[in-house]
């Protein structure tokens, strides 16, 4: 393939969702003017993220959207040729009857329609509160080559990124709401504990798979959480190319993926050099070697 171009967006996104399709729509416009082939916004792009990680509010959660609704129409429409990822909370398998909002989770669009949808898998604290998890990671095929998708907490473990690298994937968007420590704060973000396991984590999934990760984030402040930013692309050496740091904005980089894929996988290719038969437990069957927590977390 020839080399595109992919943008990583760090930006606000409040609870106003006509403001947030809105102000998606002109990025994405301002984006496509400026040659930009994939656009990966944050998590919660559509109407903002949860307030509360500990203990949500289940009076003021996210507003929820169906995939095939008004709102993921506009943002179709505005792409074009574009490839575009967005976060957003998907309406419950049961309608919005159901007894849980819903789903955190993202769209892959273009032009041409609904490309890629992902769930978000694991729950950080008390976020099981306000949504059900999803059960799969799947890559998919897009008019930027296959890719597939992480919601912000999947990228701490490395099975989620290995599971759509295996499936083909040769680019991952990462996207986030991903805010400082709620329990040991720096007075500055870089210096953040939660700063430094986002670029951590980044570049990891990136490395150990030898694929491209296109991340996003929140910026600004949600109820008592406030975000990252930090959106970057990472090479699939584990090389940051890009980032917008703490500050909002777009992270651009335009590379032949599959040129830098290959030269990455010469001669050492992670994937195929796997020892799969290896990577077994002693445990016996049924029993979990590590004890659930009985506090909530340091996050």
Not at 3 to 23: C, M, N, Q, Y
Not at 81 to 107: F, Q
Not at 191 to 194: E, H, K
């Given at each position: 393939m020839a080399?595109?171009?992919?943008?990583?967006?760090?930006?606000?996104?409040?609870?106003?969702?006509?403001?947030?399709?809105?102000?998606?729509?002109?990025?994405?416009?301002?984006a496509r003017r400026d040659g930009v082939d994939l656009l990966v916004f944050p998590d919660a792009s559509l109407g903002g993220y949860i307030g509360d990680l500990r203990s949500p509010d289940?009076?003021?959660?996210?507003?929820?959207?169906a995939t095939d609704g008004p709102e993921i129409a506009a943002i179709i429409a505005a792409a074009g040729?574009?490839?575009?990822?967005?976060?957003?909370?998907?309406?419950?398998?049961?309608?919005?009857?159901?007894?849980?909002?819903?789903?955190?989770?993202?769209?892959c669009v273009?032009?041409?329609?609904?490309?890629?949808?992902?769930?978000?898998?694991?729950?950080?604290?008390?976020?099981?509160?306000a949504y059900t998890a999803g059960d799969r990671f799947a890559a998919f095929d897009t008019p930027v080559g296959r890719m597939g998708m992480l919601i912000d907490y999947d990228k701490t473990f490395p099975?989620?990124?290995r599971a759509v690298a295996l499936d083909g994937a040769h680019v991952i968007a990462a996207l986030s709401a991903w805010p400082a420590s709620v329990t040991d704060r720096a007075s500055r973000l870089p210096?953040?504990?939660?700063s430094r396991l986002f670029d951590l984590?980044?570049?990891?999934?990136?490395?150990?798979?030898?694929?491209?990760v296109v991340s996003s984030n929140q910026t600004g402040v949600m109820g008592s959480l406030r975000f990252l930013g930090q959106a970057k692309i990472v090479g699939p050496g584990g090389e940051i190319l890009a980032t917008t740091r703490s500050k909002g904005g777009m992270a651009t980089v335009t590379m032949d993926v599959e040129a830098e894929i290959s030269r990455a996988r010469k001669v050492?290719?992670?994937?195929?050099?796997?020892?799969?038969?290896?990577?077994?437990?002693?445990?016996?069957?049924?029993?979990?070697?590590?004890?659930?927590?009985?506090?909530?977390?340091?996050?």
């Open positions: 080399p595109i171009t992919l943008g990583a967006v760090a930006a606000h996104f409040g609870r106003d969702l006509e403001r947030s399709v809105a102000k998606v729509i002109g990025i994405v416009e301002s289940l009076t003021e959660l996210p507003p929820v959207l040729a574009m490839t575009v990822c967005v976060g957003y909370a998907e309406v419950a398998d049961g309608g919005l009857d159901a007894p849980r909002s819903g789903y955190n989770s993202a769209v273009s032009g041409d329609g609904v490309l890629g949808t992902h769930r978000k898998v694991h729950q950080p604290a008390g976020e099981s509160i099975e989620a990124a210096a953040d504990r939660q984590y980044d570049a990891a999934r990136a490395a150990e798979n030898q694929v491209v050492l290719h992670h994937l195929a050099e796997r020892r799969p038969d290896t990577y077994t437990s002693s445990t016996p069957a049924g029993t979990d070697p590590v004890p659930a927590p009985q506090t909530l977390p340091s996050v």
